[in-house]
């Protein structure tokens, strides 16, 4: 039934405008919090369906992302197998529809009869026709490097192309994590750089899971009938908000909760074995300090925590946090889009504040402090998709990709891809990072967000003017979307599934085209003639404190 529901040189100047905004009070000395910031900004939340307003489970990925293309369905025949690379790596320089594999290890698997439709991004899978949904963040946090893998192990999988077998095979969270961990068991977990583990969340209409996993170590054999890899994963409450920011998030597991919890058999017997974790010492298993040796203490989680339940008063400096939370109001699509296009405002990290924003605000300012581009806490990255999965409507209309790609979280527009669609508009699935084009969505998105940072303070409220406004389009027309493929879904799923396919196209193209006039008219409005009236000059403030650094 449907239901509506290069580390820069420091020169004098530079240093003697720090020297001198320290001691004046525009900017303050980073907290260990922000300094502890990981370079890796992935970030991945999880929403259970009595967290959202409307009733979606919902999660979202901010890894990089230059284009998009759909996998479709596909029948195999008994005997066929199917490769799984060891190595699935983005070649730049090529620009073929896929990216095009490196040479390495691979391994060949048994096919399954019939594998399901989804669409990819560059480097992870996103969305299936069945509404299961994939999200990362590599936890790059140091996991214990007698971990790490070597020339020496028989683990030759990577997680990249293991979560498309996962997507091309299962209709449910739960199942998915079922292929992805045995797989890495079978064939070991070769990760990608030492000490380094990884983070996928994965939703389906029902329910969203936080799945973490490390390599079994340097030496592992495939013949040692040990696990070739660790992992585990917790279900996030259906009323609560998650996010995995680069570091662990499972903590305490109980294993005989078979509803909350799953992972491999030598969860706790690999920690025993190298003394992480004593049984007989009277604490309880905990996941992240057996294999982190740390609880959560990210800048980026404290953020995304504070905004959606402020009532906690969470502290940056605390000793990890309540990760799930439940929120203090049930949230929307627009309010993890706000979440996402964060900056610290309001903050003692405020990123639109002090030297290192320049003098125009700007929270991606080139300049920036010394190391700044390590510490950076930002909620987002240089592309973003929100996966919302819905029971209550038929799997091609009841999942949705509001992807947006390039542009940062503040200065894109999120346009909506349904999971049954048949085809992705072409400027979605064209371009590559080292050759701008005018025909792709990800080059005309940062050239906005790019040519923003120039004059931020000014330029970011005609960017944000318009993406209101088209995605305010978008959200308010989605009832009226789903209600009209739902009627032709009952007539015939192919009316339904051709009605979105032209929509979501149409739209995005739209988008596409207002975001071109856009960077047009900045472009036009915004460059270096000063008789251009809406040219502003640098704030007094920043003369100011130029004239003294000069002195």
Not at 123 to 147: A, D, F, H
Not at 415 to 434: D, H, Q, S
Not at 487 to 509: F, G, H, K, M, T
Request: hydrophobic share 40%; glycine share 8%.
């Amino acid at each position: 039934m449907y239901k509506k529901g290069k580390n820069a040189v420091m020169t004098p100047m530079l240093a003697a405008l720090l020297l001198l905004l320290f001691s004046v009070g525009y900017v303050s000395a980073p907290s260990a919090s922000s300094v502890s910031v990981l370079v890796n900004k992935c970030n991945s939340f999880m929403i259970g369906k009595d967290a959202m307003l409307d009733g979606s489970v919902v999660s979202t990925q901010t890894a990089g992302c230059v284009r998009i293309w759909l996998v479709p369905a596909a029948s195999h025949g008994r005997g066929d197998t199917r490769v799984v690379k060891g190595y699935n790596e983005y070649d730049k320089n090529r620009l073929e529809v896929a990216p095009p594999v490196r040479s390495g290890p691979t391994q060949e698997i048994p096919e399954v009869e019939h594998t399901y439709a989804h669409v990819m991004g560059d480097w992870w899978p996103i969305m299936n026709e069945k509404q299961v949904s994939v999200g990362e963040t590599t936890l790059g946090g140091g996991c214990r490097k007698e971990l790490s893998p070597s020339k020496n192990s028989d683990a030759i999988l990577r997680l990249t192309d293991v979560t498309k077998v996962a997507l091309e095979r299962a209709s449910t969270a739960r199942e998915a994590i079922e292929i992805v961990g045995s797989l890495m068991e079978k064939y070991g977990w070769n990760a990608w750089q030492p000490e380094v583990g990884e983070f996928l969340s994965l939703a389906d209409k029902n329910e969203v899971w936080a799945f973490e996993i490390v390599p079994a170590g340097p030496n592992w054999k495939k013949n040692s009938g040990e696990p070739g890899a660790a992992w585990c994963a917790m279900r996030i409450p259906d009323d609560k908000f998650a996010i995995s920011a680069n570091e662990s998030i499972i903590g305490e597991i109980d294993l005989a909760d078979k509803a909350n919890f799953m992972a491999s058999s030598n969860v706790k017997s690999l920690a025993i074995k190298h003394g992480w974790w004593d049984p007989k010492g009277g604490k309880p298993f905990r996941w992240d300090l057996a294999y982190w040796g740390k609880k959560s203490n990210n800048i980026r989680v404290w953020r995304a925590l504070s905004l959606v339940a402020p009532s906690q008063n969470l502290k940056p400096d605390a000793d990890g946090y309540p990760n799930p939370i439940k929120p203090d109001k049930k949230l929307t699509i627009l309010d993890i889009r706000k979440i996402l296009a964060d900056q610290l405002e309001g903050t003692e990290f405020d990123r639109t504040k002090g030297l290192a924003a320049g003098p125009f605000r700007c929270p991606w300012w080139p300049a920036g402090t010394p190391n700044m581009r390590d510490t950076i806490p930002d909620l987002t990255g240089p592309s973003i998709v929100i996966s919302q999965s819905r029971n209550w409507l038929p799997d091609p209309i009841g999942g949705v990709m509001w992807v947006g790609i390039g542009g940062w979280g503040d200065a894109t527009v999120y346009v909506p891809f349904y999971a049954g669609v048949t085809r992705l508009p072409k400027a979605y699935t064209t371009g590559i990072e080292t050759n701008f084009s005018w025909d792709s969505a990800f080059w005309i998105f940062n050239l906005v967000a790019n040519w923003t940072r120039l004059q931020y303070e000014h330029m970011i409220k005609e960017v944000q003017k318009l993406q209101i406004a088209l995605e305010s389009r978008e959200l308010n027309r989605q009832a009226a979307i789903d209600e009209e493929a739902y009627s032709l879904y009952e007539q015939n799923p192919s009316l339904a599934i051709e009605y979105l396919s032209a929509y979501c196209e149409e739209n995005a193209n739209r988008v596409l085209d207002t975001w071109r006039e856009l960077a047009a008219y900045l472009i036009t409005w915004y460059y270096d003639k000063s008789w251009v009236s809406k040219v502003h000059e640098a704030p007094d403030w920043w003369r100011a404190l130029l004239e003294k650094a000069q002195k």
